[in-house]
């Protein structure tokens, strides 16, 4: 399995980004999908969740109403769009997934994650 996101770059604070991850070798679209982050010097944490049939969504509140989690499974890519982006949204922006059976699943700890991404990094300037 692989994940393999892209969509990073440099913004100024205001701005918008669409990430993207595209999933290969799953063999079903079964699979929860989660977006983190990690700034330098800190922990990685999760900026949206979403299950896997599409119908659930969880944001923390440091990103609610400003980012928005979406997935295709037939394409296998999860989006996350990000608006009125901050500087302190600057961090590596890493996807992951989660096999599960479970619709309604909602994986918010790192190590829930099956499979990760390589992460794409994203600068927002002042």
């Known amino acids: 399995v692989q994940l393999q996101a892209f969509g990073g770059g440099l913004v100024q604070a205001g701005g918008s980004l669409r990430l993207s991850c595209a999933a290969s070798g799953l063999t079903s679209s079964s699979y929860a999908a989660g977006w983190f982050r990690q700034a330098p010097g800190k922990e990685r944490e999760l900026v949206a969740v979403i299950t896997w049939s599409g119908g659930r969504t969880f944001y923390p509140d440091s990103v609610k109403g400003r980012f928005t989690i979406s997935r295709d499974n037939a394409k296998n890519t999860v989006y996350l769009r990000m608006n009125s982006l901050k500087p302190e949204d600057t961090a590596v922006y890493y996807c992951?997934?989660?096999?599960?059976?479970?619709?309604?699943?909602?994986?918010?700890?790192?190590?829930?994650?099956?499979?990760w991404g390589q992460g794409t990094q994203v600068t927002v300037s002042s």
């Open positions: 992951a997934a989660r096999i599960t059976s479970d619709r309604l699943r909602e994986p918010q700890w790192v190590h829930e994650y099956d499979f």
